[in-house]
């Protein structure tokens, strides 16, 4: 079989192809043959060298994929041969909160990821998939699709979400949270990205190019009061903003670092306003056959910016650098 490595990170990176004996599973184990794959930023980053340092190199990337199963080993009972899946991003995260042993168990960094043709999973690592979705679409949940499910979850129905950018992530809040009957304002620096986000559903866009102090724009937006939910996917020039633009009573969720990890932010605020920050780190398994079902329950369609054959894996790569509207998704043909 063929599979994606990493063989050096940072600045002079270099990501090859090689062909490897396919694997077989053993006790407890499932064979996925893999037909999709969806990038995150994460893996842009682990690529970088601005992640960190793999556990494992050569390291094969990416967490997020879905395939059928193609054999079983000894005292696999929950599966069986031609079952529909998807990996769960951290395979030692099964249910409840999470827990020391979950770290160091996330596809990708901690774990060899899933870029490969056929991959071998715990029976427990795996979630099956509702028929209605493709392997296309069903590849943007296991990251994407589960931190925005688990950061709007909560959200009563009738208020205000802001969420920042036009991300996977953000895209999946926006549909979430407008199943629910919410208000969504969404940010930007194109416009044509807020027209397309509206499009989907957004109720106001906010051009943070146009608008620098863009929270002040959401408080014009809402009559000073402010959005009531928050997913903040910004991080370290952003997260301060977000705090301004939050209303009273209301949560920020705080699931990503694309501009860096923030410091001298002042919180008080949150205290003034009795409001919350909670942090997203994913999710777990149940968790992932949760939003698996509401999307496919609400007919939710992932948005799919760029598809890149498997053979042209670095493309994919170059495509989200590119800043897209949604996934980006490897395809096997």
């Known amino acids: 079989m063929k599979r ?18 396919t694997p077989s599973p053993g006790p407890g184990e499932v064979l996925v043959r893999l037909h999709a794959w969806s990038l995150n930023y994460r893996d842009l980053m682990i690529l970088r060298g601005e992640y960190g340092q793999p556990r494992h190199m050569p390291l ?13 080993g000894k005292d696999v009972l929950t599966f069986k041969v031609g079952q529909r899946v998807i ?17 160091g168990t996330d596809l990708g960094f901690g774990l060899p990821g899933v870029l490969a043709e056929y991959r071998c999973f715990p029976q ?8 209605v979705l493709s392997y296309q679409h069903a590849a943007t ?27 996977g992530v953000s895209l999946f809040a926006l549909q979430i949270a407008k199943s629910f009957g919410n208000r969504v304002i969404i940010t930007s620096s194109s416009d044509d990205k807020l027209s397309r986000a509206k499009a989907l559903g957004a109720d106001d866009g906010v051009n943070y190019v146009t608008h620098a102090d863009w929270d002040q724009e959401v408080l014009r937006l809402t009559q000073g009061r402010g959005a009531d939910w928050i997913v903040e ?25 694309l501009t860096g990890v923030a410091d001298n932010v002042n919180i008080q605020p949150l205290v003034y306003k009795a409001a919350g ?18 999307v ?6 992932p948005q799919i910016a760029a598809t890149v054959a498997f053979a042209d894996a670095p493309r994919a790569y170059d495509a989200l650098a590119a800043g897209p509207f949604g996934k980006v998704v490897i395809t096997a043909t």
């Open 141 to 167: 949940l296991p990251v994407a699709g589960l931190t925005a499910y688990n950061a709007v979850r909560d959200l009563p129905q009738g208020r205000t979400l802001l969420t920042l950018g036009t991300g």
């Open 124 to 131: 427990q690592g795996v979630a099956a998939l509702p028929e």
């Open 296 to 301: 496919a329950k609400h007919a939710l369609q």
């Open 277 to 294: 920050l909670r942090g997203i780190f994913v999710g777990s398994r149940i968790e992932l056959l949760e939003a698996a079902t509401f």
């Open 4 to 21: 994606w490595v990493i063989t050096q990170i940072g600045a002079e990176h270099k990501l090859e192809i090689e062909d490897v004996p």
């Open 233 to 257: 996917t910004g991080g370290a020039k952003t997260v301060q903003r977000s705090v301004n633009a939050l209303a009273p009573a209301g949560r920020i969720s705080l699931v990503g670092r």
């Open 87 to 103: 990996g769960t991003f951290f395979q030692g995260w099964l249910d409840g909160p999470i827990h020391a042993g979950a770290y």
């Open 60 to 72: 094969v990337p990416l967490s997020d994929g879905a395939g059928e199963i193609v054999a079983v």
